[in-house]
């Protein structure tokens, strides 16, 4: 097969960039892969090119590179294509959709895989005759905005398939929107094997690691583990990270620490990368978040052979973890569940070492090599309908022309309505 | 996954360490070829022969190579940078450091070894030696009598009749003493603040020192025996009132254990 898959940026450090990296260098074993980058501001990707993977972008934003697109005057107009409720549209520009909708409409591959929704609208819409079509989504339904969500259950029509990285979130897309004909299938993210070797949990330390934000709860952990000292003064806690965009809960948690005294036993290491070799130094992970859209930290820390205490929150946790087998799910925002499941595993050498090895072994399911080879397989389904599906889906595209006309206006008269009533009860 | 370049475009070698419980350290240099046939450990600011130490590199045969820093090895006090044989720096990989996590020497002087990136991501190993040393543990605070209460453990000498922790202000002549009892390797004693906080017109910092017996030299009072080489901001104690300002016990970029005393104007 030959396989296009279409990024916002391969050359900045993220999540998505990542996993599209893990995923396009295990095909490109088998597959003629490339990837396409709408923008391209450096002259490496930051996360390093994958292997055996072509890579291409769309728009130079390299100030030095000959090919510099930045004084394009297009460049200064907004997007009309690329829809507005993706939180990205401002990156987006009269220039970004005309470069993709040329390279949509002549794209010499079987296949064309979206990496986020406004790229999913945008191949919706605008990939050629004959492609298959599949979106990503990496984050879920339920996190976008009323204004994207609308624009997804309106375009997704168009898509052969919808990949999401959870079975809760596929549910999500088949309960909650019409898409017929369209294949939604959950597909988790990978997590490669850590090149350390995996902790004995022998050691008296919990470990937790992800952003110092509101979403992931720390309060709570440290709340919690103030339960657990009282119990158990030999154990203690190092939660890695720091603050983002969104926020930084450092001062917060700090002041939580001094007020609850556990100076001696809650310490915030800040950032550290990679996690593995932190990962190995705790006989336990905790993850207290009200919201994990997959849960990598999870995977990852379990990857480490360390069982995982979290909340059972939408929307991974409880499709990785087997309560009571590799760790525990709890009730989210409850501080003594937290506390009574951590002091249970701390309370009991050998099921913790017992869960630590089951955890090991049970995570091995998010390998780089199977994940890809469920991406595979559906990718070759979808390529495999062939002509017919095909016929079908231009069949299908005639009809939906048809109704996407009618949509669009139907849609805007709608949102313009939903729009003006908004505004009415913020200014009441 | 990045891979940073040199000035001509060749990739800069990468060293992952794993540290052992014995105190040796193994150095994986991937790359191996460009690093030549050994590793250079340079003490930061040193410039005799004993500040720069040749570790050779041995092949695995995959194009990686494998150097050892031996326990027995002696290397002074401070920050040695690790480099390839031609001087080139190496870039800091993965640290599986977790034997050194908790670490509790049984004899012989303390040398502690951590091998950390620089805020440029360049691999160095910051190392201690002290005989005696004088480890802090956990540190209690009363708030309602304006005091410390450090716990800790001596290593390499003996706790005698009248040992005494001292604080000494860094800029001057200035000491306070407090008793210290002890158990066996274990020490601990009450500073309070109010004494220090006298009269202090500015922040001021005073070191904490441990003088095990009356006619013996006195062990700087530090927290080296795990993985965290820079405690400073990690290590972070919640502020006491004190008549005229705060107090609070802090470590320094050495790990060694202080006293800040701020005044409030």
């Known amino acids: ?428 | 996954m990045s891979m940073p370049m040199t000035s001509t475009g060749r990739p800069i070698p990468r060293a992952d360490c794993l540290a052992h419980a014995d105190g040796t350290i193994t150095f994986d240099v991937a790359g191996g070829a460009a690093t030549g046939t050994a590793l250079l450990l340079k003490r930061r600011g040193g410039k005799g022969t004993a500040d720069e130490l040749r570790l050779p590199l041995t092949g695995s045969g995959d194009g990686a190579a494998r150097a050892v820093l031996a326990p027995s090895a002696e290397l002074a006090e401070g920050r040695w940078d690790v480099c390839a044989e031609s001087g080139e720096v190496l870039e800091s990989g993965i640290r599986d450091l977790r034997a050194i996590v908790d670490q509790d020497p049984v004899r012989g002087p303390v040398a502690v070894r951590v091998p950390y990136p620089t805020a440029d991501g360049r691999l160095a190993v910051r190392c201690w030696v002290r005989a005696p040393h004088a480890e802090a543990g956990a540190i209690e605070l009363a708030p309602d009598q304006v005091a410390m209460t450090v716990e800790g453990v001596l290593y390499g000498a003996e706790l005698g009749e009248g040992a005494v922790a001292r604080a000494r202000l860094r800029s001057g002549e200035r000491v306070h003493e407090v008793p210290v009892t002890g158990d066996g390797r274990a020490f601990g004693f009450t500073l309070p603040f109010g004494p220090l906080a006298e009269g202090a017109a500015e922040e001021q910092l005073w070191e904490l020192w441990l003088r095990p017996a009356p006619d013996v030299a006195e062990v700087r009072i530090s927290r080296i025996l795990d993985d965290v080489w820079d405690k400073k901001s990690i290590f972070v104690y919640p502020e006491q009132r004190t008549a005229g300002g705060t107090a609070a016990p802090c470590y320094t970029g050495d790990n060694s254990l202080c006293v800040r005393i701020t005044t409030v104007p």
């Open chain 1, 1 to 428: 097969m030959r396989i296009s898959f279409l990024l916002h940026n391969a050359y900045g450090i993220g999540g998505t960039i990542r996993t599209t990296f893990n995923l396009a260098h295990a095909l490109a074993e088998r597959h003629d892969v490339e990837i396409v980058s709408v923008f391209r501001h450096r002259d490496e990707p930051a996360m390093g090119a994958p292997a055996g993977v072509t890579m291409k972008h769309l728009v130079d934003l390299r100030k030095k590179s000959p090919g510099y697109d930045g004084n394009d005057p297009l460049a200064k107009l907004p997007a009309k294509v690329f829809p507005r409720g993706d939180g990205r549209h401002k990156q987006y520009s009269r220039l970004t959709d005309v470069r993709i909708a040329a390279h949509l409409s002549s794209l010499d591959a079987d296949m064309v895989v979206g990496t986020r929704p406004g790229l999913n609208v945008t191949i919706a819409r605008q990939t050629r005759r004959g492609v298959v079509r599949v979106g990503q989504e990496h984050l879920t339904l339920d996190s976008h905005g009323y204004r994207l969500r609308r624009e997804i259950a309106h375009r997704y029509t168009m898509l052969d398939a919808v990949t999401t990285v959870t079975e809760a979130d596929a549910r999500s897309y088949r309960e909650r929107l019409k898409l017929p004909g369209v294949r939604i299938e959950a597909v988790p993210n990978s997590v490669p094997a850590p090149a350390v070797a995996p902790a004995d949990c022998t050691s008296k330390w919990v470990v937790a690691a992800g952003r110092l934000t509101r979403v992931k709860r720390y309060d709570l952990l440290v709340e919690a583990f103030s339960k657990v000292v009282a119990a158990r003064p030999d154990w203690r806690l190092r939660i890695y990270g720091s603050g983002d965009a969104s926020g930084n809960e450092k001062q917060a948690l700090r002041a939580l620490i001094d007020e609850r005294g556990l100076h001696n036993h809650v310490f915030l290491m800040g950032p550290a990368n990679p996690l593995e070799a932190e990962w190995v130094k705790g006989s336990i992970a905790a993850v207290t978040s009200r919201l994990e859209s997959f849960g990598m930290t999870i995977v990852e820390a379990m990857r480490c052979g360390l069982p995982v205490v979290s909340t059972d929150c939408p929307h991974g946790p409880a499709e990785i973890i087997e309560d009571g087998v590799d760790g525990r799910l709890v009730p989210v925002g409850d501080v003594d569940a937290i506390a009574d499941a951590l002091l249970a595993l701390i309370g009991d050498d050998e099921l913790r070492q017992r869960a630590g090895r089951a955890a090991l072994a049970a995570s091995a399911r998010f390998d780089p090599a199977p994940i890809a080879e469920r991406h595979e397989a559906l990718f070759t389904e979808l390529v495999a309908r062939g002509e017919g599906a095909r016929s079908r889906g231009a069949l299908r595209e005639v009809l939906h022309r048809g109704r996407s006309a009618l949509y669009d206006k139907a849609y805007s008269l709608r949102y313009l309505a939903a729009d003006v009533i908004r505004r009415g009860k913020k200014s009441a």
